[in-house]
């Protein structure tokens, strides 16, 4: 059975920084593109930022370049958000998923509050 | 980047009614597209990718079609199931673009 599980989030203040990890089975994790997707409170999907399988290549949204990075540990089957500078309008659930045409398997998300 | 206008935002239906769904990008992007159902508090959900493949476990009700700039997700006989936000996801260019979701209410 497949599980994505995302972890890290919660109440930060404006500046700070937070980790998002997700850990992931049921699949050979090393052998997919992951993204990063979050969703503000009441509005839509925004794509964040994916990675390539060796790590070689990762791509972001222009709003979180320079302050977010993405990581993952193919030994150790996780994915992580390194989230830095944090601002009010990152405030958002926080969802893994893997990229296998399509993204076809999702957490079940992360809250990261910003706020003073 | 690459902007997808989706519509409607939303629209009410009853059941056994036909729904489509629009999404038009800014440029020409192939048949790159997948379309998800995301219900309340929970995770999207991957219904269709690329364009018109349905994905497995999806009832067959749902369908996609649409090459280049116009894409549309057509549910055939809408079921209670199916009250849920709807958005496209374009993957051809970076930074990958969602639509800004449509609403069905049954």
């Known amino acids: 059975e497949v599980q994505v599980v995302e972890s890290g989030g919660g109440l930060v203040q404006p500046g700070g920084s937070l980790r998002l990890s997700c850990a992931a089975s049921g699949f050979t994790f090393s052998s997919f593109w992951m993204s990063w997707v979050r969703q503000a409170p009441g509005k839509g999907l925004e794509w964040v930022a994916n990675?390539?399988?060796?790590?070689?290549?990762?791509y972001y949204v222009d709003s979180v370049k320079g302050r977010f990075t993405i990581s993952r540990d193919n030994a150790k089957n996780s994915l992580y958000l390194q989230m830095n500078s944090l601002r009010a309008e990152d405030t958002a659930v926080y969802y893994c998923?893997?990229?296998?045409?399509?993204?076809?398997?999702w957490g079940q998300g992360s809250l990261v509050t910003v706020s003073s | 980047a690459i902007q997808m206008t989706q519509s409607p935002s939303s629209l009410a239906a009853s059941v056994g009614d036909r729904v489509t769904i629009t999404c038009r990008a800014s440029q020409g992007i192939r048949n790159d597209v997948g379309w998800y159902q995301q219900k309340p508090g929970k995770a999207p959900k991957l219904l269709i990718y690329p364009a018109s493949t349905l994905q497995s476990g999806v009832p067959s009700r749902f369908s996609g079609s649409g090459s280049g700039t116009d894409f549309t997700l057509t549910i055939s006989s809408l079921q209670p199931e199916d009250s849920a936000a709807y958005y496209c996801?374009?993957?051809?260019?970076?930074?990958?673009?969602f639509g800004q979701g449509t609403k069905v209410e049954i």
């Open positions: 996801l374009q993957d051809y260019d970076y930074p990958w673009t």
């Open positions: 998923a893997s990229e296998m045409g399509g993204l076809r398997y």
């Open positions: 990675m390539k399988q060796d790590g070689s290549e990762k």
